[in-house]
């Protein structure tokens, strides 16, 4: 019997109603915290340096998940919050990872306090600015390592984002990860509308099983809406997860200033990284713009082919009320806050001057730098980044030729089977029409914990498509564990357990999926109508 459409449409609808409310929340709460960012400058607020200060003190010693050198928390099992899973794929660079892990290393050298897991990784965004998770992971944006001329200007970045977490930052404010569910929920909403939409309840003597027989519509709304969703978080997270309070703001420019000095960087390091960070700013907004519409197009597209005209029109309101304000929120964020480079350079030169008269002389090396770049693998890494980016931004203009040129080019014997490569790959074939040879590239990857959620959702619905639900179900436990979240696939796996013949797990797993908000409905209805 197949789901009745009305009924489809029903759950859909409430859970997307809930869905909507967390991201007018959320919205609403943007402003809110951005409105929260401005305030007095504490530089001048204290004598000697910042991180002898007892309002520092008080993190030095501490008892918790962080506490010790064993590794970062994002590996350690744990069940990482779905909005706080990163969005990007890992890029995978042994000597690049080694040469950075070495500027982490001698960093924590510098703080007198209780040892802390923090772990850093290079991701695929062409942004400038890194950030940290709260679960003690650095990301790198692989922009920033085109961008940037010296290891001390690596090093200034890297130290300011430590801090956050040496300062316990995510503790203190969680705006940070809610800003980004609006995107998130309204993707995840799709994805379920489309897989319950293909899904049939079939009876088999006595009980009933839940067979997944998806159509190309459903298979390409899902993919719209993933591939979209990760251009958009990969743009984006630059600004959310930066979205710090002015104080906030303060304190990791001034510990993480003092612990690249003592490591023995310059000083003047500090303004050079404004600077770029000024001019990668301009640029942003434009960018931030271009892929919200893109967003809202295959948001609203994915809804009306899957059969529920009836709410996307509300969907379409809220989108273009909802994320307009946000992008509006994110421009004022960029003139006005934390962001102003001007500000910013000139409250630490003043810090420098006063507690570092010495050191200021000390100039930028620009020379380790330069050689680790001219190591083979490196500069091919760099090198096929900075054109594959350039073939997606050809493809989002609409010129499928120059992408697919440029797309060839990015692909080196290193590189050819990361997987941004290959999606990139994927979404050129796609946008010619060849699905055949667009699915074919998701077989070249290599290492799939390195991509991304929405390249991973891609794959699984591949799978499943094929009937392949033994295959389906080793990719959603292999994801499990590479994002330590067991909700982003959970209704697909509930699917996928039951085809196999494992009706009791199956059901084991609706009713996990049932504490999820944004599944519990349709999950709760998929698992009575089984019964």
């Not at 001034?254 to 000095?261: C, V």
């Not at 989108?319 to 006005?336: C, I, M, P, R, W």
Request: some cysteine; charged content about 25%.
């Amino acid at each position: 019997m197949r789901i009745n459409s009305t009924f489809t449409k029903l759950t859909i609808i409430l859970g997307s109603l809930c869905a909507i409310s967390a991201c007018q929340s959320t919205i609403e709460g943007v402003g809110d915290a951005m409105g929260n960012l401005t305030g007095k400058s504490i530089h001048n607020s204290f004598d000697g340096k910042y991180i002898s200060q007892p309002q520092v003190a008080e993190y030095k010693q501490r008892e918790d998940e962080f506490s010790g050198t064993e590794g970062v928390i994002s590996y350690s099992g744990k069940d990482i919050p779905k909005q706080q899973i990163r969005q990007s794929h890992v890029v995978h660079s042994p000597r690049l990872k080694k040469y950075l892990d070495g500027i982490l290393d001698n960093l924590m050298a510098q703080w007198d306090g209780s040892p802390v897991n923090v772990q850093i990784q290079v991701v695929h965004s062409q942004s400038f600015a890194p950030y940290a998770d709260s679960f003690g992971m650095i990301s790198i944006p692989i922009g920033t390592l085109n961008n940037v001329e010296s290891e001390d200007e690596l090093a200034i970045l890297i130290a300011h984002e430590v801090s956050h977490i040496l300062m316990r930052h995510h503790e203190r404010d969680a705006v940070v990860q809610d800003n980004k569910e609006n995107v998130n929920m309204l993707a995840s909403a799709i994805v379920m509308a489309n897989v319950a939409k293909d899904t049939s309840f079939v009876k088999q003597g006595k009980s009933r099983t839940l067979e997944y027989n998806p159509s190309e519509q459903g298979s390409d709304n899902i993919s719209k809406a993933m591939v979209y969703n990760a251009v958009i978080q990969t743009v984006s997270d630059s600004v959310w997860n930066t979205a710090w309070k002015r104080t906030q703001e303060d304190e990791a420019d001034l510990l993480g200033f003092d612990l690249a000095i003592a490591a023995g960087y310059s000083p003047r390091a500090h303004s050079h990284v404004l600077e770029r960070l000024e001019n990668f700013q301009g640029k942003q907004e434009g960018m931030l713009s271009a892929f919200w519409e893109k967003q809202q197009e295959a948001l609203t597209g994915a809804f009306k082919a899957g059969d529920l005209g009836g709410i996307s029109q509300q969907f379409n309101a809220f989108l273009v009320e909802g994320l307009s304000t946000s992008l509006s929120t994110a421009a004022d964020y960029f003139q006005k806050r934390h962001m102003a480079p001007d500000v910013r350079e000139e409250n630490i030169k003043s810090y420098a001057l006063r507690v570092y008269r010495d050191e200021v002389r000390r100039k930028v090396d620009r020379q380790k730098w330069n050689e680790v770049k001219e190591v083979p693998e490196v500069a091919t890494v760099l090198s096929s980044y900075r054109v594959a980016f350039e073939a997606s931004n050809a493809l989002s203009a609409g010129d499928i030729d120059t992408a697919m040129s440029l797309a060839r080019e990015s692909q080196t014997s290193i590189t050819k089977n990361h997987p941004y490569m290959r999606e990139l790959m994927y979404n050129i074939r796609m946008a010619k029409g060849d699905s055949i040879r667009a699915m074919q590239n998701l077989d070249l990857i290599e290492r799939w914990q390195d991509a991304s959620p929405s390249l991973v959702e891609i794959r699984i619905e591949r799978l499943m498509k094929q009937q392949k639900f033994e295959d389906a179900l080793a990719a959603i436990e292999s994801a499990e564990n590479t994002f330590g979240n067991e909700s982003l696939f959970i209704l697909q796996k509930s699917i996928a357990l039951s085809n196999t013949g494992n009706n009791e797990e199956a059901l084991s797993t609706l009713d996990k999926c049932e504490k999820y908000d944004e599944f519990k409905l349709s999950c709760q209805s998929l698992r009575e109508r089984i019964t």
